[in-house]
């Protein structure tokens, strides 16, 4: 597979660049014998303005990301869109939790089993439910963040405690690459550990959601099992 470029690939038109994404995510899907509804498309909307998420939304989307809690709280607001569902997929911060917890519908990533016992605090005081994802550090890089997969079985029995959140996964994020081709390995890690905790289902434990690709290198993550895609660029282009 030839590295893509995605500055010939993004046109100006949300809508166009949506329609690309979803054939090329049906494409990777049925190369690799994956029905297409399995995956999830998440619209990373992060520093966009609320007019290019109400773009998306006329055509058709629905799951939004975004990678700060301020930002992310101050769009569900704005928005207010009954179907959108929100997905918080950046850096956490303890003392941020309480701007999103309690209308958020998923959050990507948590590292740490202190964060769990903080949205479920604040989700529980407003009678809100919360999907979350354990992310991984899949890419041996210090300034990703996210728990060892060593650390998964721990974390995984400390979220049996909580029960305004369901555990529906596992997030991974792979090194920055011009060939996705090359961050393969790290996609085939992910699938392993989420494959390898299966036993642990059970109560709010339900592992059945990989989130893993970006504009990028989504193609190969769907390859490699991914059911959440996370695309920015290749829908709202570039970002400042
Ligand atoms: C920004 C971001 C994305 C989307 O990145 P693109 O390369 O623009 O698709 C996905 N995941 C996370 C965690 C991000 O912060």
């Not at 992060?46 to 006329?58: C, D, G, R, S, V």
């Not at 393969?184 to 989130?211: C, M, P, V, W, Y």
């Amino acid at each position: 597979m030839h590295a893509l470029n995605l500055k010939t690939m993004v046109t100006d038109d949300i809508k166009t660049n949506l329609e690309e994404i979803r054939n090329r995510i049906t494409a990777a899907a049925e190369r690799s014998g994956r029905d297409p509804k399995e995956i999830t498309l998440i619209a990373v909307s992060k520093t966009k303005p609320n007019e290019a998420i109400l773009e998306a939304i006329n055509a058709g989307q629905l799951h939004f990301g975004e990678n700060r809690m301020q930002e992310l709280q101050s769009k569900m607001d704005e928005i207010d869109h009954s179907g959108a569902q929100w997905h918080m997929i950046g850096t956490m911060q303890s003392n941020k939790i309480k701007y999103i917890a309690h209308r958020v519908n998923w959050i990507h990533s948590v590292g740490k089993a202190k964060y769990l016992k903080e949205i479920d605090k604040r989700a529980n005081q407003n009678n809100h439910h919360v999907n979350v994802l354990i992310q991984v550090n899949i890419s041996d890089e210090d300034q990703k963040s996210g728990c060892e997969i060593t650390d998964l079985e721990a974390i995984l029995s400390k979220a049996k405690d909580y029960s305004n959140i369901t555990v529906k996964g596992l997030m991974g994020m792979a090194r920055f690459v011009d060939d996705p081709e090359e961050v393969r390995d790290e996609f085939k890690l992910l699938k392993s550990a989420f494959d390898a905790h299966q036993h642990l289902n059970g109560g709010n434990i339900d592992l059945t959601e990989l989130s893993m690709g970006m504009s990028n290198d989504f193609e190969v993550a769907i390859e490699e099992g991914s059911t959440m895609v996370r695309i920015g660029s290749a829908i709202f282009g570039a970002r400042n």
